[in-house]
């Protein structure tokens, strides 16, 4: 007999998803459905014309109240908007944003955002190219040392790790007037796109490496300011930054929540 009650005890965690399998896994579909769908929110600036080339899918937008603002450029009344969004974290606000893979169109503004909101870490979740469909613009050089620019932002790639499901590449970016940053980019190159990854270990183990890189920041500090990076938002993306990108999210609130409470509550979590 299920529980009403969604939070499930973490030694109660195995028994609870077989339960929930059962039946076509029933259980799970209806817990799924309950989890609302719709909002009042508004979209005004993400529906904008002078915005539409800068929406990798129309129907995926950000609201207005979560919107990542760009800082306005001369001449120029749209230029604060990106197809991206701010997401609380277990127990931080704003610990993510959230985006789509930049466009050719984009990756100026995607680093701009990159910049201005001095964002340490990158998670990607989503491969350049799935079958014949461009899910992501290239935004870095492969080749160590040779930079990638964006506009007045230059990228280079200084040391790269490749692990069995998953990449990692420190970046060096600078513009023109202020002290260079390092930038971790995370990229995870086993999750299809409408599917799951056929291992869960290898998820694990990359959500473990990049909270050890995160809190690793808690530890440096990279500009003039003296700020903590660790405190900054992670930017995580795939290609249209709702489907793998909220899973992601979900599933590091769920192990921190697992970790901190001995509990786990999925259809909170996705909620909040």
Known sequence: MLTNISAIAEGKLAEEYRAKLENDALAMVSEFDSIPTTTHAACTEAQKQANAQKNRYRNV???????????????????????????????????????????????????????????????????????????????????????????????????????????????????????????????????????????????????????????????????RHSRMMGDKPTLIHCSAGVGRTGTFIALDYALKQIEREKQVDIPASVRK
Not at 71 to 93: E, K, T, V
Not at 181 to 187: G, S
């Open 61 to 223: 937008l950000p609201y207005d109240d979560s919107r990542v603002r760009l800082w306005q450029q001369p001449g120029d009344p749209f230029s604060d908007y990106i197809n991206a969004s701010f997401i609380n974290g277990y127990q931080q606000d704003k610990e993510f944003i959230a985006a789509q893979g930049p466009t050719i169109h984009t990756v100026a503004d995607f680093w701009r955002m990159i910049w201005e909101q001095e964002i340490p870490v990158i998670v990607m979740v989503t491969n350049l190219k799935e079958g014949v469909e461009e899910k992501c613009a290239r935004y870095w050089n492969d080749t160590i040392g040779e930079p990638f620019e964006a506009n007045d932002i230059s990228v280079t790639v200084t040391k790269v790790e490749k692990l069995a499901e998953f990449v990692i590449r420190e970046m060096n970016i600078k513009n023109e007037t202020e002290v260079p940053r390092t930038v971790t980019q995370l990229h995870f190159t086993a999750w299809p796109d409408f599917n799951v990854p056929q291992n869960p270990i290898g998820m694990l183990k990359f959500i473990r490496r990049y909270n050890a890189i995160k809190k690793g920041f808690h530890m440096t500090t990279f500009n």
